[in-house]
T-cell receptor, first 118, second 113 residues
Framework: GAVVSQHPSWVICKSGTSVKIECRSLDFQATTMFWYRQFPKQSLMLMATSNEGSKATYEQGVEKDKFLINHASLTLSTLTVTSAHPEDSSFYIC??????????????FGPGTRLLVL | LAKTTQPISMDSYEGQEVNITCSHNNIATNDYITWYQQFPSQGPRFIIQGYKTKVTNEVASLFIPADRKSSTLSLPRVSLSDTAVYYCLVGDGGAGGSYIPTFGRGTSLIVHP
């Protein structure tokens, strides 16, 4: 149980194009999903918190107009990198918070999406 | 917001027990402690979660002292496949609220033959 998927697993695009990444919780409903980015040899950096039916909350320094987040349902959140540039190349990871039926809520992570902008 | 501190790296050998400690001095009353394992180019994988005392599952044990200002992940008899980065995450395990999951630098564990 508690499986989170991401699609695509990797993407290569030209500078100036937009890329959409999907994050799905497969076997549970997640009212909250999170988006992270990770550069080589570094830790995960939280970009934004996505709540179903409401606007995402972005961390300081993350451009909300560049990284569009839509949490349309309890099992799907999308991250769109608009007008991507080479410096946006990174590993993007989503997570979903699983409700604690017999304990605390727990965060489960997707497999990540590798983005390369040429 | 509970900040965590872990050793940057650790080395071990196959078959040994490995203990990784995480400090979280400003942990809040309703915070839970969760440990994750991450391999290169993969998302973190849940290992274990606890609130106090000791928790054990099929892959690890988690020891939390009474003051909860630190926690220790114990991996029994590690193998080469346990080479990975391990993160502890401290936050509110309750529904809603202002949960902001912030990762520390993690501990890079290298298991040698």
């Amino acid at each position: 149980g508690a499986v989170v998927s991401q699609h695509p697993s990797w993407v290569i695009c030209k500078s100036g194009t937009s890329v959409k990444i999907e994050c799905r919780s497969l076997d549970f409903q997640a009212t909250t999903m999170f988006w992270y980015r990770q550069f080589p040899k570094q830790s995960l950096m939280l970009m934004a918190t996505s709540n179903e039916g409401s606007k995402a909350t972005y961390e300081q320094g993350v451009e909300k107009d560049k990284f569009l987040i839509n949490h349309a349902s309890l099992t799907l959140s999308t991250l769109t990198v608009t007008s991507a540039h080479p410096e946006d190349s990174s590993f993007y990871i989503c997570s979903a918070r699983s409700p604690g039926l017999a304990g605390p809520e727990t965060q489960y992570f997707g497999p990540g999406t590798r983005l390369l902008v040429l | 917001l509970a900040k965590t501190t872990q050793p940057i790296s650790m080395d071990s050998y196959e078959g040994q027990e490995v203990n990784i400690t995480c400090s979280h001095n400003n942990i809040a009353t309703n915070d839970y402690i969760t440990w994750y394992q991450q391999f290169p180019s993969q998302g973190p994988r849940f290992i274990i979660q606890g609130y106090k005392t000791k928790v054990t599952n099929e892959v690890a044990s988690l020891f939390i002292p009474a003051d909860r200002k630190s926690s220790t992940l114990s991996l029994p008899r590690v193998s080469l496949s346990d080479t990975a980065v391990y993160y502890c995450l401290v936050g509110d395990g309750g529904a809603g609220g202002s949960y902001i999951p912030t990762f520390g630098r993690g501990t890079s564990l290298i298991v040698h033959p």
